[in-house]
Nanobody, 128 residues
Framework: EVQLVESGGGLVQAGGSLTLACAAS????????IGWYRQAPGKEREGVAA????????YYTDSVKGRFTISSDNAKNTVYLQMNSLSPEDTAVYYC?????????????????????WGRGTLVTVSS
């Protein structure tokens, strides 16, 4: 059974950092495409970043380039999202999602509409 569990959310001041984790089971994170998504109150879900390690494929949405880093750890079967220089605009519920055989760019720009499995999310709140 495929499962995704996010952790690492919390309250942080503007300019601070957080690292989110997406622990996967039922498949290897090295072989699938894993994406991070976020949904702020009253806004549509947007793709943040995605990784397909086997294909050496990573993609970020423009608003997080240079601030966020996605990575995976095969030994822990976990995908991370390191978030630096956080701003109040980054406040949202962050979700990870997975599917086989997807380009990271497609996973991000489609806002997760092509992803098959989802975690329940973790809340990130950035105070000004």
């Amino acid at each position: 059974e495929v499962q995704l569990v996010e952790s690492g959310g919390g309250l942080v001041q503007a300019g601070g950092s957080l690292t989110l984790a997406c622990a996967a089971s039922g498949f290897s994170v090295d072989d699938w495409t894993i994406g991070w998504y976020r949904q702020a109150p009253g806004k549509e879900r947007e793709g943040v970043a995605a990784i397909n390690k086997r294909a050496d494929n990573i993609y970020y949405t423009d608003s997080v380039k240079g601030r966020f880093t996605i990575s995976s750890d095969n030994a822990k079967n976990t995908v991370y999202l390191q978030m630096n220089s956080l701003s109040p605009e980054d406040t949202a519920v962050y979700y990870c999602a997975a599917r086989q055989r997807a380009w990271a760019r497609v996973a991000v720009v489609t806002g997760g509409n092509t992803m098959h499995y989802w975690g329940r999310g973790t809340l990130v709140t950035v105070s000004s």
